[in-house]
């Protein structure tokens, strides 16, 4: 096992995956910005290293400083979190040249599945169902019409390095087809580095279900079940949950062994998640996939009892996966809601500021994973999630009663927050009955059906 890590990330995700360092007894050392010296995951780390100025690309981008500081402090392993560096095969390259165990699959996988036409094309082969789109990048107007007419309207447009819920664009006819293509060939280059795009049918009401998997380097393979992902502002992820109240044990198992097979074909190592869609005849498609821990991988840890962030680090360290198939259990239900310090009714508009009062809750099945505290700043610079609240229960009906009572009694004083809008969510009828989509938000949540 490591002796040393050094946590590439901020927030929430740093503060988790220094507690599972901590668990592991391994030294941990925390890296951050000029805007971040206060910050709990410095406080909680054994050593921290400034890396730059508050903006993203200063500091938690910055590959050369955040090389150095592993160095100069003897890591001998880098954890990336989510976001920021986390699918940068540039990133991991690096590392493998300076002899750090980058905690994360190698830089050609990130790569391969980073681009996602080359991702849609490498798991068609492979025999999962992928959703029908352009075979390949899509060069101009005319073949994009081309590909448009034989899927038939509306299609998506989408970045092949997109992620984030960025540059995504739904085309309802032909003529909107040029400008549009233009719009987001300059939106994904500025976003990504590269204005190659592609195209996929447009789903009309699917929901976002996703498969997390793990791998070891001895090429076992397996999936911890799926999460519904489907309570999305703009393709971003507000609430989450396991079970989906969608998947029958037997879809369970159709789409655990697809999510396995697309982890072999590339020969995957380390956790990730396969993302598929979920159409209303229960067929499903993959989407995309994503190389790295991801935001909402708490709900399936209360399940199924898997620590996956302390899985990375011993499947990093070479250890082999000691879990089998056949013996997780998936348990109970949990729901997870992503409390943003932002303006729910004013189209989540951020709204960053200093903490003045914090009281997170607490009980039997409560989990509250955060980077904030009493006293810390909500920076413009950075994402505006400032907790992820998970509650797990028996039954679904018990997860969300026990979710109602956690927020009503969370105190967050001196920024707006999330917090009275997910508890609209959870209160509305279709919520509870189960019948979400990924159209939920700007369906459901109307004044004429909240009532
Ligand atoms: P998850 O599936 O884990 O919820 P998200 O798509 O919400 O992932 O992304 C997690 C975080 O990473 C968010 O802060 C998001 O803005 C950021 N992120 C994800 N992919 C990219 C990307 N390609 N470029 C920039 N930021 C990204
Ligand atoms: P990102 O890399 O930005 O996360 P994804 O390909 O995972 O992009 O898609 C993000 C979200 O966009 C999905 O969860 C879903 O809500 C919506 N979406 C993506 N592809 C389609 C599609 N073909 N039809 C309908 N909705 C889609
Ligand atoms: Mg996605």
Known sequence: MFEKLLVANRGEIACRILQACRELKIQTVAVYSEADADALHVQLADEAVCIGPPPNKDSYLNVANIISAAVITGAEAIHPGYGNLSESATFAEACEKCKITFVGPPAHIIARMGDKVEARRTLREAGVPVVPGSSDVVRDVREAREVAGELGYPVMIKAALGGGGTGIRIIHN???????????????????????????????????????????????????????????????????????????SSLRRRLGEAAVKAAQAVDYRNAGTVEFLLDQRGKFYFIEMNTRIQVEHPVTEMLTGVDIVREQIRIAAGEHLDLEQGKIWFNGHAIECRILAAD????????????????????????????????????????????????????????????????????????????????????????????????????????????
């Open 174 to 248: 032909a003529e909107q087809m040029g400008p549009s293509l233009d719009a987001a060939r300059a939106e994904a280059r500025a976003a990504f580095g590269s204005g190659d795009i592609y195209l996929e049918k447009y789903l009309p009401e699917p929901r976002h279900i996703e498969v997390q998997v793990l791998a070891d380097n001895e090429g076992n393979v397996i999936h911890l079940g799926e999460r519904d992902c489907s309570i999305q502002y703009r393709h971003q992820k507000l609430l989450e949950e396991t079970p989906s109240p969608a998947v029958s």
């Open 344 to 451: 729910g009714d004013r189209g989540f508009a951020p709204s960053p500021g200093r903490v003045t009062r914090w009281e997170a809750p607490a009980g039997p099945g409560i989990r509250v994973d955060t980077g904030v505290g009493p006293g810390s700043t909500i920076s413009v610079y950075y994402d505006p999630m400032i907790a992820k609240v998970i509650c797990w229960e028996q039954t679904r009906s018990g997860a969300i009663a026990r979710m109602e009572a956690a927020l009503r009694g969370m105190v967050v004083e001196g920024v707006r927050t999330t917090i009275p809008y997910h508890l609209r969510i959870l209160g509305n009828a279709y919520f509870r009955r189960g019948e979400v989509d990924t159209h939920f938000l700007e369906r459901r949540m109307t004044p004429a059906e909240e009532g």
